[in-house]
């Protein structure tokens, strides 16, 4: 570990950081340009064969960007896109993006930086930041916005320039370094140790925009929320949203055994997929949608007397003809992702004569992430880590994930060398309780 990694980890002042030398180089997940076609033909696409994990050059710093000591990260979907390159090569993103100046040229090259959540310290500024300095404790937003377009004034996801980080840009937080802008910057909830706090920015935010904001589903008290995917990274945070906003939330999920975590996450209805008799292309058959519509219809009703209001899909395929069957006339279907294919069959009769209206989300905005960044640091919102692996075993961590055999997030240590490290106010921490802070822990 170089010198400025080791300072960075003690805990060292701002003056230390500033006057040890950058190394030149530094250790990442990546994925190589050389390798785009190794999954041409082939079913099981095993993300372990793609990762790899080794060293590659420290980029230039620009004037609005910072260099974070990475402690920790976690696993998002797009992780298992890249490594899949599917559904379509990041190293096509990395060299459109790399045509629109000096600065992006930096991230068009022969591999990809993954990963969009990052914990750490602050290291180096960029000549043009002005609201965080060296040393400062900060988790990283998964999106880089242009804040000289127009639209990024209104809401920055409405921006043509906005890119998910470490997906469509490069030098993402699978790593032991990274370069972001300064306008990708929260802080890091004090109470938290790395790997919980780098489990939740992408995620929670994500779930905050659409089941909260003005630009999602504006979910109100005694709202009946369907939540696909309740015990993954993102369902698991909307299940808490929907219960600290006075909502019902009704949750769907692959296992009993994930049944059971998110009953302990006080989840009011709890349905097992096996009870739908659905697989994950199902959802092009007409006749099985209304079939499992109808099921699970008639579950909702049964146990909380009326159709949900909102539902909340990122599955897709497999379950967004359904999700338009059950929900009630004039409600929303909020969907930011397709975990099981991008084309969705439901029958337009259900939209347009019940009202009902279809709302995407990708990611957040940072006024969205620092709202919902703000409820983890009040203890209302909790991280949703389940387990952690180093860095070095990012095909495995990302192999779970892609194979769904995780609850919640799955963490990866960068430059923290074991679990339970960064956190700055312990008596908070004790106050809030360590079995609430990890209500996924070891699952």
């Not at 298992?80 to 599917?86: D, I, K, L, M, P």
Request: aromatic letters at 6%; charged letters at 25%.
């Amino acid at each position: 570990m170089d010198a400025l990694s080791q300072a960075a980890l003690r805990g060292a002042s701002p003056q230390e950081l500033a006057e040890l030398p950058v190394p030149t180089e530094f250790r990442a997940a990546h994925t190589r340009v050389e390798d785009i076609e190794m999954f041409e033909g082939v079913e099981d696409k095993d993300v372990r064969k793609s990762l790899h994990v080794g060293n590659v050059p420290m980029p230039e710093l620009a004037p609005d960007e910072v260099l974070v000591a990475v402690m920790a990260s976690s696993v998002n979907y797009n992780t298992v896109w890249s490594g899949t390159f599917a559904p379509l090569p990041t190293f096509n993103f990395l060299k459109a993006y790399g045509k629109r100046g000096r600065w992006e040229a930096r991230h068009d090259q022969p591999y990809h930086v993954l990963g969009s959540d990052a914990s750490g310290v602050i290291v180096r500024v960029g000549d043009g930041v002005r609201r965080w300095k060296i040393g400062d404790h900060v988790n990283v937003s998964p999106i880089q916005l242009d804040d000289q377009e127009a639209a990024a004034q209104d809401d920055s996801m409405l921006s043509e320039g906005q890119r998910a980080w470490g997906y469509e840009t490069n030098f993402g937080g699978l790593a032991d370094y990274t370069v972001v802008r300064a306008s990708q910057l929260v802080p890091k909830p004090a109470h938290l140790t790395w790997e919980e706090s780098a489990s939740a920015t992408a995620c929670a935010g994500t779930a905050y925009r659409m089941l909260v904001s003005n630009h999602g589903a504006r979910m109100k008290q005694g709202d009946v929320v369907l939540i696909w995917g309740a015990a993954g990274g993102v369902g698991a945070y909307a299940v808490q949203l929907v219960k600290q906003g006075g909502g019902i939330a009704v949750g769907v999920v692959s296992s009993e055994e994930k049944a059971e975590r998110l009953r302990e996450l006080g989840c009011d209805v709890v349905i097992n997929r096996s009870e739908l008799g659905i697989g994950d292309r199902d959802g092009t058959d007409p006749e099985q949608v209304i079939a499992a519509g109808k099921r699970l219809g008639s579950i909702i009703r049964r146990e909380t007397g009326e159709d949900p209001h909102i539902v909340f899909d990122y599955v897709g395929q497999a379950t967004f003809g359904i999700s338009m069957f059950v929900l009630r006339r004039g409600g929303a279907i909020v969907t930011c992702g397709s975990s099981t294919g991008y084309r969705h069959q439901y029958d337009n009769r259900y939209l347009w004569m019940k009202l009902k209206r279809v709302i995407g989300c990708h990611a957040a905005n940072l006024q969205e992430l620092w709202e919902s960044n703000r409820l983890i640091d009040l203890g209302r919102i909790m991280p949703m880590l389940s387990r952690t692996y180093p860095l070095q075993e990012i095909g495995e961590a990302a192999r779970l994930v892609q194979q769904n055999e995780h609850i919640g997030k799955v963490g990866v240590l960068c430059l923290a060398p074991t679990t339970g490290l960064g956190v700055t106010d312990p008596a908070k921490r004790a106050r809030l309780g360590e079995d609430r802070i990890n209500p996924l822990k070891g699952a």
